[in-house]
């Protein structure tokens, strides 16, 4: 009995301790598993293995599925899930036009400060939903530092038309009825396409982008150091639609309009993650009308003069056309080269019949004659380019480089010739001119944010302009009634010009305060020969072109913006040829000389 009861005993006080040990055991673990861990990983594409940023994730427990722990990712593709205990649990992240990724089984062990699920790729797939309108306000100027940007595609005129009837109602530029675009009164600026420089003269490639592909118009009335000094009244950059879904896609458009107006214009493109490739066209005519009346007054020292009253109709039309193609190279996820090339035709009409009535004050004898004036400038052009670019990382730290080459070729021709009443010519004048023309551009670009504030650019840059510019005049022979070419008025020209350029800028915002500075030098050698006339003008020189941008935002709505900028006003070729074009066939100074017995003084110019 006793070993029993002893053996009992023995055994109790054995169950007690086991139970003790337990207990501080258990004790022990619950604050193991009342630790708070933090969850993290990286969500990518699985097609282009970009990081895709505000994906939703869950982790959900297992145990209780009530306990849900959820965040988004951020730009890098990071998310962040802090305060989990130990556990089992599923992870699920999803995002709007992906496959929604489960991971089902996930331990989170009570000894890790840090739980890293890796590497996460979400596969884009296809939507299919009924009609879905969205409406949204979008300011249509918008205002930086050193430009004005023009939303496109906030402008109900997107729909058709062409970037000159965008700019009609934009601050800054004024539009005439031709459709010739000046910038702050003048036409001497700068037009660049997704910051390249065209082979048109500004209004030429103005007059025949489709509004419905463009984006955004930069208007840089003050150009900072980065750019090209030449144009004087600033820049327009206009930066094109990029279609940046994943697969085949296009987008077609057809305009029409009053007075023979019509267009067409599309684009088609593929991407994935491995390149991206597009195709786009576009033709348009347009047609202008109007009357046109002059009035000319020749005076002498006596008081004795000439009249020209003259009264018509005259129509300008313009039927350019244009085909671009490019590809971009996803080479790593920081490195894509990009190949574009375009090729187009510009041509230009203008038709225009005058009725002439003449008199003078000394016999008052009225003459009436007819005026014709026909010109006509087309021609093709060919640009090609080979871009590429470097990201340091996602902050906007990278290079590019940038090589562009360009050419036209086409010319002008212009008859004019008077009739008499009866229709009988006997006077008249024709012109033609030529101007192939090429340019070479070498361009690279560094960019360094150095904190969210802060950014330092830097860049050198080389251009070589090439053209030869020829012209020939002919007069009407009213015995053979054939045009004769006249030597003496005919000239070829050629103009080259290198230019070799080196800038830095710094910017800084400081609270409400914004500010960029810059310097830029240039170097430029420049010949123009007249051939056969043993006759060179060389121009070598060195520039510099400061610049400096300051912006205050008062409000939301009130922002104050000051700017200072160095120029330069650098000829054209066609400006420094000794050409003589006529544009009416109205009376020339030597005839209304003899008509008033050489004492007449003429008091405008004919051509």
């Not at 708070?36 to 982790?59: Q, R, S």
């Not at 990382?393 to 050419?407: I, K, R, V």
């Not at 010949?527 to 072109?545: H, K, P, Q, S």
């Not at 054209?572 to 100074?589: K, M, N, V």
């Amino acid at each position: 009995m006793r070993k029993r009861v002893l053996t009992g005993f023995v055994f109790m006080i054995m169950m007690v301790v086991g139970l003790n040990g337990q207990g501080r055991r258990g004790n022990m673990d619950g604050a193991n598993m009342n630790r708070e861990i933090t969850v993290t990983g990286k969500v990518f594409n699985d097609e282009t293995k970009e990081p895709v940023e505000y994906a939703n994730v869950m982790l959900v427990s297992k145990r209780d599925s009530t306990r849900i722990f959820g965040n988004v990712t951020n730009e890098d593709g990071i998310f962040l899930i802090e305060k989990v205990r130990p556990g089992m649990y599923r992870l699920d992240v999803q995002f709007m036009g992906y496959a929604k990724k489960r991971i089902d089984r996930i331990g989170i062990r009570p000894a890790e400060k840090v739980f890293d699920v890796g590497e996460i790729y979400l596969t884009p797939e296809l939507i299919n939903m009924d009609e879905v309108l969205v409406e949204a306000d979008r300011v249509s100027v918008a205002f930086q530092i050193d430009k004005k940007v023009v939303h496109v595609g906030s402008q109900a005129v997107a729909a058709s038309g062409t970037a000159v009837d965008v700019l009609e109602n934009v601050p800054s530029v004024t539009v005439d009825i031709e459709g010739n675009v000046a910038l702050r009164g003048s036409e001497n600026f700068t037009v660049l396409i997704d910051g390249k420089p065209t082979i048109l003269e500004p209004n030429e490639i103005l007059q025949q982008l489709p509004a419905s592909k463009i984006q955004d118009i930069e208007i840089i009335t003050n150009p900072s150091a980065k750019f090209d000094p030449d144009g004087v009244a600033g820049i327009l950059n206009v930066k094109m639609k990029k279609n940046k879904l994943e697969g085949i896609s296009g987008i077609f458009s057809a305009d029409a309009g009053l007075n023979n107006k019509y267009g067409i214009d599309g684009l088609l493109s593929y991407r994935n993650h491995k390149y991206a490739a597009f195709v786009s066209a576009d033709f348009s005519h347009r047609e202008f009308t109007g009357e046109r009346n002059t009035e000319r007054r020749f005076t002498d020292m006596d008081g004795n003069y000439n009249t020209t009253i003259g009264s018509g109709d005259m129509t300008f039309s313009r039927e350019p056309y244009s085909i671009r193609g490019g590809l971009d190279l996803f080479i790593t996820d920081k490195d894509v080269v990009s190949i574009g090339g375009t090729f187009g035709n510009r041509s230009h009409n203008r038709d225009m019949e005058m009725i002439y009535e003449e008199f003078n004050s000394l016999d008052q004898i009225r003459t009436k004659y007819l005026s014709v004036d026909e010109s006509e400038r087309s021609g093709d052009y060919y640009r090609w380019s080979l871009d590429y670019q470097h990201k340091f990382n996602e902050d906007g730290h990278q290079l590019q480089a940038q090589a562009n080459y360009s050419t036209r070729d086409g010319g002008e021709k212009s008859i004019n010739f008077r009739k008499d009443m009866a229709g009988n010519i006997y006077d008249g004048q024709k012109s033609t001119e030529t101007g192939p023309s090429r340019d070479y551009r070498f361009k690279l670009d560094y960019t360094w944010p150095i904190n969210k504030t802060d950014k330092f650019e830097a860049g050198v840059q080389s251009r070589v302009d090439q053209s030869d510019e020829g012209n020939e005049v002919f007069t009407y022979n009213t015995v053979t009634e054939t045009y004769e070419f006249q030597d003496q008025f005919s000239h070829t020209t050629e103009y080259s010009k290198d230019i070799h350029s080196l800038y830095s800028m710094y910017s800084m915002e400081r609270g409400r305060l914004g500010i960029q500075g810059g310097l830029r030098g240039e170097y430029v050698d420049r010949l123009v020969e007249l051939t056969g006339e043993n006759e060179n003008y060389a121009v070598n020189r060195i520039d510099f072109f400061p610049s400096a941008h300051i912006s205050w935002q008062q409000s939301e709505k009130t922002q104050f913006m000051g700017s200072y900028t160095r120029a330069i006003e650098r000829p054209r070729g066609y400006w420094l040829e000794p050409f003589i074009t006529w544009r009416d066939a109205t009376p020339s100074e030597k005839e209304i000389r003899t008509l008033n017995r050489n004492t007449l003084t003429p008091t405008n110019c004919l051509f």
